[in-house]
């Protein structure tokens, strides 16, 4: 896993400034060189520039990149974040065809699928993945980002140059002469209005765009042109509830399997919850025929045994059941705990992983969990995604949300204006940006013909969760692994996962009203019942007092500083009233957890964020 970056003009020779250009492409790699600690490189020519800082997971001894591949006059290269799990296939097949290889690695694979099949490549590869590919023959330059949109891709065009800029995080581009860190009404409706979401393909900051997953972005000398190469397709599902069963419990075995592919030891993450279970089963049993042990990892707060509080969204602890499956697996685990001091402070990290406000501290403590398990392993597996794909969240169940005409886990805007001011809130015009970007999304909607209504909106809520909700937690995973240098794999964001779930229809994934009941039956064999049919409880939060007490300080802290950026925002008489109420813990205003003491973690990576990268506000 790796950060990649670079630049292309068609119209210029940046030769003619070898030492400058050469000096942004470092300046690039050193800004995400966190994404890459093992090895680094970069090449530049007439048009283009390419930087690479590299995670050796694959192939450690020959995956050097820029990797490039010299036919006469022609140069063609590749750099990539990201891994191939059908590498064996596809090299067979190029084989097959006169592909020469020098390597074991996937990028070669990638870059002599490019060679052989042209820019349709793409659609045979299954993997997680953002790429960048220098075609001298054609003078252009292709980007293309995985289908789930599981590895980040943010680029820039120059107006008044045409230069393009490319990179895996914002600080790299940021680290370029001439792009600013500017935002608009636009990019403050993104922070307080959508976030810790984003529109897909907005990079917040003006100017700022990321590749749409399943997409690629084509830049020739006649102009840049963003193509999709896959997208969701509504069809009638034909299989039995049985054979529905067994090709899901195929497919999930299958992708876990593949995404087990390594040079370095593998681990998984492990709650006790039905989707990390199923993963850390289906591990453990693949790594038993190898004569192997897997390593695993639970996460928790120090003093949640005395703190927590059951409620609607987060029904029970974890560790009880961690326990059970630990025994279960005959794992080697590890118990991860986070302080009340460490969530706190690493808010900060957290936005310079991000280069963005984040899920508060929701995101800074898997940051800390994330750190101390790359002390140990470079590659983790988790069940991230399966509540997206099978329909495990509240609002595919709850009749308010179901009905409600807006993000159903965002469905009430006035707990994101409490501490904002009238002129401000006059400003954003919140409501009239949310619903524009809800009913653009809506209208996305791939339509079934002769579907009912009840199923016809099923879908749009599955729709809205795999572009918005499932893309802000794989940004969370993203960045929260590879700011340590750790490669965090997602096995139900398998494409083909996607694909198929998308069209089974609701009785199926909940049968006999049970949440996720496809997933459980898929998975019968695979756990104990007590796991298997366990009630969701999501990634665990503190409920520890001092936490709040603490958050509550830094704000009024920020308040009473005059150059606190986000004075231009709050008000201050409201902030002080929400300071002195109780907090409402179990009404969350963004997902599941996000609740009062989030909303003040959010403001404090607010004000850090904006003094952080010098943020300018263009009203």
Known sequence: MCGIAGFFNPEMDFTKEKVYNLNILDAMNQAQKRRGPDDEGTFLNE??????????IVDLLTGHQPMLHRSGSRTFGIVYNGELYNTKELRDELKTEGAAFDTDSDTEVLLN???????????????IFALAIMDTAKNQLLLYRDRSGIKPLF????????TVHFA???KA????????PEIDRDGLNEIFSIGPARTSGCGVFRNIKEVLPGHFLCCTPSGNRLKAYWKLKSLPHTDSFEDTVEKTGFLLRDAVKRQMVSDVPICTFLSGGVDSSLVSAICARELENRNQKLHTYSFDFAGNAENFKA????PSQDRPFVDKMVDFLGSEHTYLECSTKDQADLLFDSVRAH?????ADVDSSLLYFCSLVARKHKVALTGE????IFGGYPWFHKKECFLADTFPWTMDLEARKVLLSDDFLDFLKMEDYVKHAYEASVAEVPKLAGEGAEEARRREISYLNLRWFMQTLLNRMDRTSMYSGLEARVPFADHRIIEYLFNVPWDMKARGNIVKALLREAGRGLLPDEILFRRKSPYPKTYDRKYEALLAGRVRDILNDSSSPVLGFVDKKKAERFLESPSDYGKPWYGQLMAAPQLMAYLIQVDFWMREYHVTVIR
């Open 311 to 314: 409620s609607s969204f987060q």
């Open 155 to 162: 680029y820039t065009a120059c107006e008044e140059t045409g």
């Open 168 to 170: 895996s995080e914002l």
């Open 385 to 388: 995604c399966a509540d997206e």
């Open 355 to 359: 280069d963005l406000p984040a899920m």
């Open 113 to 127: 699928a490019y060679l052989a099949w042209g820019t349709d490549f793409i659609s045979r590869v299954n993997g």
């Open 47 to 56: 048009h283009f520039g390419l930087a690479q800082v590299r995670l050796a």
């Open 173 to 180: 581009l940021l680290a370029c002469p001439g792009i600013r």
